[in-house]
């Protein structure tokens, strides 16, 4: 590969719902544009869309957590600096797509909008970001996710 060249990066979609409708297109465009936004170059991104059904019992089953939940992050990067065995391979973002569509009925959220933010919040996830180690983490993580979703807006306007 010549010198300067990026890599592309991949996003494979997996939907195993059957209720909730969604713009597959986009919703690729959008994730890697992502990666990309984020200085990732060569990365796999495996993106889940489930019910609350389904997400509730990958939450509990890794998690030990009996309950529905909007995203959950699964890293395929392992230690400190993200070197796992398979370097380009960053991990899944499992998104409940009912848990998306019940948040986006809230006045003033927009269905795709949350789509996003819930993609980059499970994104965040992968690259270390943890709302729950306190309250200066949960911060820089929410600075992070505005500001991608800023970027967003003006790429994906809508």
Do not use: C
């Amino acid at each position: 590969m010549a010198a300067g060249m990026k890599t592309a990066n991949r996003v494979d979609i997996l939907n195993r719902q059957r209720r909730q409708a969604f713009d597959r297109e986009r919703l690729e465009r959008v994730a890697v544009w992502l990666l990309d936004a984020l200085g990732l170059q060569g990365t796999e991104l495996s993106l889940v869309l489930l019910s609350d059904r389904g997400i509730r019992e990958l939450n509990r089953q890794y998690l030990r957590r009996d309950r529905a939940t909007d995203v959950l992050a699964f890293s395929q990067r392992e230690g400190p600096l993200g070197t796992g065995r398979e370097p380009g391979l960053l991990g899944d973002v499992v998104i409940s797509l009912e848990s998306a569509r019940r948040q986006a009925a809230a006045p003033g959220i927009h269905w795709e909008r949350e789509l996003d933010r819930l993609l980059i919040h499970g994104v965040l996830h992968l690259l270390g970001y943890e709302h729950t180690r306190g309250p200066e983490e949960a911060l820089r993580m929410r600075q992070r996710e505005r500001a991608l979703l800023r970027r967003l807006r003006g790429r994906f306007p809508g």
